[in-house]
Nanobody
């Protein structure tokens, strides 16, 4: 069982930056693929970014086209945390951001692939 707690959301002006963090409880954090999804008002939850880890390959990452080059995902296996650095934020990035986890060594974009979810963190970008 894994529990996920997000932090770091808030209000920022367009062009600004925020950093989201997700702390995971439980053992063997390095055997979990960690992802970020977001859900804007009236829209479906969508994939943002994912990071996997294996002893053979190290970290692998993937990003949605809409955030590529602006967002950076990272993980600290020693601290059981995953972070999402968000730069050049735009009003269309406004959403509740969710941390998600699944026991895997590969990346994945599908919502249904993830077994554990955090409670969400609000990110609001004003124009």
């Amino acid at each position: 069982q894994v529990q996920l707690v997000e932090s770091g959301g808030g209000l920022v002006q367009a062009g600004g930056s925020l950093r989201l963090s997700c702390a995971a409880s439980g053992r063997a954090f390095n055997s979990y693929t960690m992802a970020w999804f977001r859900q804007a008002p009236g829209k479906e939850r969508e994939f943002v970014s994912v990071i996997s880890w294996s002893a053979m390959s190290g970290s692998r990452t993937d990003y949605a086209d809409s955030v590529k080059g602006r967002f950076t995902i990272s993980r600290d296996n020693g601290k059981n945390t995953v972070s999402l650095q968000m730069n050049s934020l735009q009003p269309e990035d406004t959403a509740v951001y969710y941390c998600a986890a699944r026991r895997s060594w590969t990346t994945g974009r599908g919502i249904n692939e993830y077994d554990y979810w955090g409670q969400g963190a609000q990110v609001t970008v004003s124009s």
